[in-house]
């Protein structure tokens, strides 16, 4: 059974930092990718930042601010994200693209406030 577990969500001050981790356990085989996705009250899951061996992807918001990395050897992957806005308040999801499967981890909520 896959499962994928997130840390490193919180509240923070606008202008802040967290780095999100996803930890990939169980038997998976063949990532395609991997990344961050988020979801704001009200609003649809968006793509975040994306990660493969050709590189990372991001979405116009965050380019620039957040940078997504993988340690293969753990199958982890993270996301570093800098100068948060109040608009990066959402839940983050962990996905992982396989051949034949997308898996999601149950979310960690990040909170920009002052």
């Known amino acids: 059974q896959v499962q994928l577990v997130e840390s490193g969500g919180g509240l923070v001050q606008p202008g802040g930092s967290l780095r999100l981790s996803c930890a990939v356990s169980?038997?998976?085989?063949?990532?395609?990718?991997m990344g961050w996705y988020r979801q704001a009250p009200g609003k649809q899951r968006e793509l975040v930042a994306t990660?493969?061996?050709?590189?990372?992807n991001y979405a116009d918001s965050v380019k620039g601010r957040f940078t997504i990395s993988r340690d293969i050897a753990k199958n982890t992957v993270y996301l570093q994200m800098n100068s948060l806005k109040p608009e990066d308040t959402a839940v983050y999801y962990c996905?992982?693209?396989?051949?034949?499967?997308?898996?999601w981890g149950q979310g960690t909520q990040v909170t920009v406030s002052s």
């Open positions: 996905n992982v693209v396989t051949v034949g499967n997308n898996y």
């Open positions: 169980g038997s998976i085989f063949s990532i395609n990718a």
């Open positions: 990660i493969t061996a050709g590189g990372g």
